[in-house]
């Protein structure tokens, strides 16, 4: 594989001054590190001035137990929790997976359409939501059977570290597992302590969070209540969003412990702003797209003409109980996870009375109301073998929902944006069966993991509303996915790997729910089928960790938009793409308190065939070639006072698949942030100040891929702030 051309764009970035550093001075430094582990070895191993004491960052996403991250062979990095929690407002999970390499994570600035993720170009054609990487909280699915996920659900108040696993290794996750995100929150710890934090930002922005924390009589409790509101960057994005979050631990006998968490979230008729035109998008990057056919003077926008929003209210419980049999070289443990909830949405579109006129249109309004449950079963067991150890682990995960949904119009006569006559009654039912195995074998210098899961996905629909025809049926898709990965100690201090896997998407239920502009149910889609190879390095130079990966992935029949307008979007298979990338990560302590981290990504995303009007080699859209993120960070030794100044670059982006269309261009701003804490008594109090894109630059946030009408584009904000201040009293 030639990675020339990915290394060229990331060098573009470098000599647009779009970062604060070079290849040059990179590679200095390095020389620089090598000598002295050359000089030391054993000291630079071990030392305890090694970021984030890197060969000791302990991960459990890809190999489902407790495993020391720079052993495992596969792309992963850990977001902690002052990253997480300490310099932001923890609205929105973006703000601290930009410094992940291999990832991008976008805030729409819309909240009825939350976060846009994709992990090497999977999830990127996603129009709301999370598609194409699979998220999970506390061993819990935050994705739906189906793979449609939403990361609002996450509480980052409480949140103890992040894991974002790529390549490879996600297909252990099973259907819709491009990449996985995996939140795990804290638990409850030592003496009761009670906290209260308010901040506040720019375009309205505030946030009230109170949460209380401690472990008594055996048992550990985290308790966490917000509410955030805005009136939104952009025209018509206003929002409020409620969430509630509680985690019991208690140990009920001998090695058991018993996890019970409860999450909800709601919001209340949170405004959709709809993308916008490049020429309006030009003219004011807040504005909404003017309806032309509006007779009302002024003209109103789509968005404020049919009053377009979405109202969520989402509440799930799930329990999980670990028991462990003996213990050391010799012994198991029994996982079981349960888990249940209801979400419920309904949402206003902005379809003109004449588009939904033919009778199989199903309305522009969403009204559904969806139960999901699932469990997943697992038992590792750990014994030598061969001179090494055996760790084994095998399971089942089971996944189901059900959806009462319906449409309506969204006129009653002359009003627009109410909720008008049925055009849509229906029952979904989704479901997933998934067996799967794994196991390591460590002996010496080497470590070999292999995998297995077989996957089997269902679809019912059950149509009620049989005047514009019977959309009644089903669907079954099966796959088997295996993975394996190799990784070498060449030394203390550098370590080799190489992992390949075969993986696959199946469609999302909204993928699933049109055809074409207007058309029913699309029983003709077919699931993605991917192969996946990596080959990587991980080393320790003095006090600097580099992870470095390059990778292929190979799909067939990949799913990609057909047609989108006014919120809606329906889908086909496009036949082969490629994607073809590297990833490289530096964490470095420099001393004196300061400290540097780096996160490069280089990626080709093309069609390798012909379909349509699209010739093979045309990018994928929603795809930068090149994304990248730097901090040079310092901290006070008493963590009183820190300070760091951040800069994120991207690649120019292609909004449709023929590549025809306005790019939203590269961008590369600049973020400064303030941070710091006092203790006195059992008092703790803490601050922080943001100043986002310090040089007010004005750039494309997201694309909305493949909008029919041409309104792509969706403006990230200026210049802005935030600051905040928390109190905590520990008894």
């Given at each position: ?215 008594s009589g055996g048992v550990g409790y985290v308790l966490d209540a917000s509410r955030f509101d805005t009136d939104g960057y952009r025209d ?186 049925l055009r849509r009654d229906e029952t979904d039912k989704v479901s997933s069966t998934d067996p799967y195995l794994q196991a390591e074998w ?77 058309g029913g149910f699309n029983f003709g889609l077919q699931p993605a089928r991917s192969t996946h190879v990596e080959t990587g390095v991980k ?193």
């Amino acid at each position: 594989m030639q990675y020339r051309f990915r290394l060229n764009a990331v060098a573009a970035l470098f000599a647009a001054g779009a970062l604060p550093f070079s290849p040059a001075a990179l590679a200095a430094d390095a020389e620089n590190a090598v000598a002295a582990v050359a000089a030391d070895a054993p000291a630079a191993a071990g030392s305890t001035a090694a970021p984030a004491a890197a060969g000791a960052v302990v991960i459990v996403s890809g190999s489902r137990v407790e495993h020391s991250s720079f052993d495992f062979p596969a792309a992963i990095d850990v977001i902690g929790a002052d990253r997480i929690r300490d310099s932001q407002m923890r609205v929105n999970a973006s703000e601290a997976l930009a410094s992940v390499p291999g990832l991008v994570a976008q805030n729409r600035q819309n909240y009825a359409q939350d976060l846009q993720i994709s992990s090497r170009g999977f999830g990127a054609r996603s129009a709301f939501g999370v598609r194409g990487v699979k998220l999970v909280a506390d061993g819990i699915p935050a994705s739906m059977p189906d793979g449609q996920g939403q990361a609002a659900t996450f509480n980052l108040d409480m949140a103890e570290r992040i894991e974002v696993l790529r390549g490879p290794f996600s297909a252990v996750y099973g259907n819709h597992a491009g990449g996985v995100v995996q939140l795990f929150t804290r638990e409850g710890e030592g003496a009761p302590s009670v906290e209260s934090g308010l901040s506040a930002g720019s375009d309205g922005a505030r946030k009230l969070d109170v949460n209380a924390q401690g472990k008594s009589g055996g048992v550990g409790y985290v308790l966490d209540a917000s509410r955030f509101d805005t009136d939104g960057y952009r025209d018509h994005s206003a929002a409020r969003r409620d969430q509630a979050y509680a985690k019991l631990t208690l140990a009920p006998g001998a090695g058991a412990k018993l996890t019970v968490t409860a999450s909800g979230l709601r919001q209340k008729d949170t405004q959709d702003p709809l993308g916008v035109t490049w020429a309006t998008w030009q003219r004011d990057p807040r504005a909404g797209e003017t309806d032309a056919t509006d007779t009302a003077s002024p003209k109103r926008t789509f968005a404020e003409r049919y009053n377009t929003r979405k109202s969520i209210d989402h509440q799930q419980i799930g329990a999980a109980w670990e028991q462990q049999l003996g213990s050391g070289q010799d012994g198991g443990k029994l996982r079981v996870t349960v888990y249940g909830g209801n979400r419920q949405v309904i949402q206003y579109q902005a379809f003109s009375r004449a588009f939904q006129a033919p009778a199989s249109h199903s309305g522009g309004v969403v009204d559904f109301d969806r139960d999901f449950s699932g469990t997943d079963i697992s038992w590792v067991d750990v014994r030598p073998l061969a001179g090494g150890k055996l760790t084994s682990t095998v399971g089942i995960e089971y996944g189901r929902s059900r959806d009462d949904r319906k449409g309506y119009e969204n006129f009653i006569a002359t009003e627009l944006g109410v909720k008008g006559k049925l055009r849509r009654d229906e029952t979904d039912k989704v479901s997933s069966t998934d067996p799967y195995l794994q196991a390591e074998w460590a002996q010496g210098p080497w470590v070999l993991n292999a995998g297995l899961r077989h996957s089997r996905f269902k679809v019912d629909v059950s149509d009620r509303y049989l005047s514009n025809g019977n959309d009644s049926g089903g669907l079954r898709y099966s796959r088997t996915t295996p993975v394996a990965g190799l990784l070498y100690k060449v030394s203390p201090v550098l370590n080799v790997y190489a992992s390949a896997a075969r993986g696959f998407e199946t469609p999302t239920l909204n993928e699933l729910f049109y055809s074409g502009t207007g058309g029913g149910f699309n029983f003709g889609l077919q699931p993605a089928r991917s192969t996946h190879v990596e080959t990587g390095v991980k080393a320790l130079l003095g006090t600097t960790r580099i992870d470095a990966a390059v990778f292929q992935v190979k799909t067939g029949d990949e799913l990609v938009v057909d047609a989108s307008s006014g919120g809606r979007t329906s889908y086909r298979n496009a036949g082969k793409t490629l994607r073809r990338g590297a990833e490289v990560s530096a964490d470095t302590s420099l001393g004196h308190g300061f400290s540097t981290r780096v996160a490069l990504t280089a990626l080709r995303a093309v069609y390798d065939q012909v379909f349509g009007n699209v010739l093979k080699g045309s990018r994928l859209p929603g795809v930068p070639n090149a994304y990248a993120y730097g901090e040079l960070a310092w901290q006070a030794p008493s963590r009183a006072l820190g300070a760091a100044i951040e800069t994120v670059a991207s690649a120019r982006v292609y909004a449709e698949d023929s590549n025809t269309e306005k790019t939203a261009p590269g961008y590369a701003i600049v973020n400064l942030r303030l941070t710091a804490q006092q203790e006195t008594g059992g008092w703790r109090f803490k601050q922080f100040a943001r100043l986002n894109n310090a040089a007010d630059r004005a750039y494309v946030g997201s694309v909305i891929v493949g909008d029919t009408n041409k309104r792509y584009y969706e403006g990230a904000p200026g210049r802005n702030w935030q600051l905040g201040a928390s109190a905590q009293y520990q008894f």
